[in-house]
């Protein structure tokens, strides 16, 4: 279960309305007030979205955790344009795996010509 405090203390320090902070997670506002009230869960896709936006692990916002460590590198415009353009759930499983390997310091498996 997301803290919806965290949620909105961190909405209210980087100075932003419910509005504008849906504008930036293409949403609307009334899904940010249900979130920010504790009416309605993230997605799992919202709850890396809003850890991507807010710069915070999934596991701070779920409150599992005090520290609010950013652990992965992306960046936030990155993961909206795969997530929102249209890329299959194959696609977008491939991206984050390349992701993990690149932030393990390995490189993924090119495929090699037979």
């Known amino acids: 279960m997301i ?3 965290r949620l909105k203390a961190l909405r209210q320090s980087r100075g932003l309305t419910p509005y504008q902070l849906g504008e930036a997670l293409k949403t609307n506002v009334g899904q940010i007030h249900q979130l920010e009230s504790g009416r309605v869960e ?3 896709f919202r709850l890396i979205a809003l850890a991507y936006f807010f710069g915070v692990s999934t596991d701070y916002l779920l409150g599992l955790t ?3 460590t950013h652990y992965h590198s992306g960046n936030f415009r990155e ?3 795969f ?3 249209g890329l299959s759930s194959t ?5 984050l795996k390349n992701q993990a390997l690149k932030m393990s310091g390995r ?3 090119k ?3 037979s």
């Open 3 to 5: 803290r919806v405090d």
């Open 42 to 44: 993230p997605s799992c």
């Open 66 to 68: 005090d520290n609010p």
């Open 79 to 81: 993961f909206l344009i």
């Open 83 to 85: 997530s929102g353009g």
């Open 91 to 95: 696609a977008w499983r491939e991206h």
């Open 107 to 109: 490189a993924a498996s």
């Open 111 to 113: 495929p090699t010509d």
